[in-house]
């Protein structure tokens, strides 16, 4: 197995790899298994997903429901052992997993930021694989040479890297006439990364996100 038989596989189905590293049991991988790959949305995902069953059904849980269809395929596809960020307890530590990868860090506002898709990194899952694959030479934080417009785009100041996420700060907001931008646009401190762009991430799509988000909340 090589990674760039998984990407183009991965690719097929509107996912990207957004980083890998190898480990052992003491990182929460299988016996026996040496790499771990984390899987995301790639730039064309909302188009495609939006062609798929689980869209157009009208049922919960659209996304969720697509990732283990799809990934459940992949992974027997490829030999792999499949984990989702979602289905538990016990979770999967796709927090740590990431920032293992060298491609995915603690951002000024205390959110993951990604490499190529900044502060609208997701995860729909990830692939254990017995075979030492070897992995692309990663690139240096983009927090580091950035202006970091995020520490000032979010209009109630709920994110900081000092104090946390202020939940009750952005639902309430979000829960106003001035937060429905955030609602039908996406999160506004996400949007501000220079670095986010690389998701492509259409508003239909963070609104989609968004919403679900919000009713999560008060559920």
Known sequence: MTYASVAAAVEQNGL????????????????????LLLLGPSPAFWP????????????????????TRILTTLATKLNA??????????????????????RTWSSPVGMLVHDTTGLMVSFRGALAFRD??????????PCDTCRKPCLTACPVD??????GYNT????????TPEGQT???????????????????RTPEQSAHHMSYFHKAMHS
């Open 48 to 67: 495609y997903f939006k062609t798929t069953p689980e869209y157009q059904d009208s049922a919960p849980d659209p996304i969720d429901r697509w990732s």
């Open 168 to 175: 009750d700060a952005c639902q309430t907001h979000l829960s």
């Open 16 to 35: 990207s790899i957004y980083g890998g590293f190898h480990g052992d049991t003491s990182d929460g991988l299988p016996k026996y298994y040496k790499t």
């Open 182 to 200: 955030c609602i039908s646009e996406g999160c506004l401190a996400r949007r501000k990364c220079p670095v986010s762009a690389g998701a492509n």
């Open 81 to 102: 052992m499949l984990f989702l960020p979602y289905g538990g307890p016990p979770y999967a530590p796709f927090l740590t997993w990431a920032t293992k990868t060298c």
């Open 132 to 141: 030492h694959i070897a992995l692309p030479t990663t690139q240096d934080k």
């Open 158 to 163: 709920a994110l900081s890297i000092k104090l």
